[in-house]
Each structure stands twice: as C-alpha cells, then as structure tokens.
C-alpha cells in the first residue's frame, strides 16, 4: 500500500511541477524584461506613463498566467480528492494516470 502512495504522490507532484515550472519560468522572463527597461528616476512625465503602461501590461499577463496555474491545480486537487472514493485500487490507478495526461 505504501507504493501505492508514493505511486500517486510522485503523479500528483508530476503534473503540478510542470505547471509551476512554466509559471515560474514566465515570472522570470517578465520580470527580466522589467529590469531590462531600467529605472524610472530621471524620467520625463511621458516616459513614466509608459513605464506605467508597460508595467499593467505585465500584471495583466502575470495575473492570467497565474489564474491558468491555479485552475489547473484546483482541477487536479478535485479530481485526486474524488479518486479517493474508488476502492479499486486498480481502477483508481487508471483514474490517476488518465488525471495527470489530461492535466
């Protein structure tokens, strides 16, 4: 039973690490874009709109990326929890794989 357990620890982390990684990887890619513009001292009234333009743009992206995450790990967290109704241990394994290839 043990194996079991570390069987669908092992899927469950899989699949989340993947997406935590493409999320964390897009952070870094923004904020990298950020630090490339450089700071806003010494800038002109339009200059700083812009900046401040750039800067929404960024959020906006970083909150859908974030949104698209969490969906994804709620799914999973949701669809593991109701895995664990089937006492087949079998057929509960097949539930598992199928949840992380469609995740």
Do not use: H, P, W
Request: glycine share 4%.
């Amino acid at each position: 039973m043990k194996e079991l357990s570390s069987i669908k620890v092992c899927l469950l982390v899989g699949a989340s690490t993947n997406l935590v990684g493409k999320f964390t990887q897009s952070v870094r890619r923004i904020v990298q874009d950020v630090k490339d513009e450089g700071t806003s001292s010494g800038q002109t009234k339009e200059e700083v709109i812009e900046t401040n333009e750039r800067l929404r743009t960024v959020r906006v992206r970083l909150d859908e990326n974030y949104d698209t995450a969490k969906k994804a790990l709620v799914t999973l967290m949701t669809r593991y929890n109701e895995s664990k109704a089937e006492r087949n241990v079998f057929t509960r394994y097949a539930l598992l794989k199928a949840m992380i290839k469609v995740s």
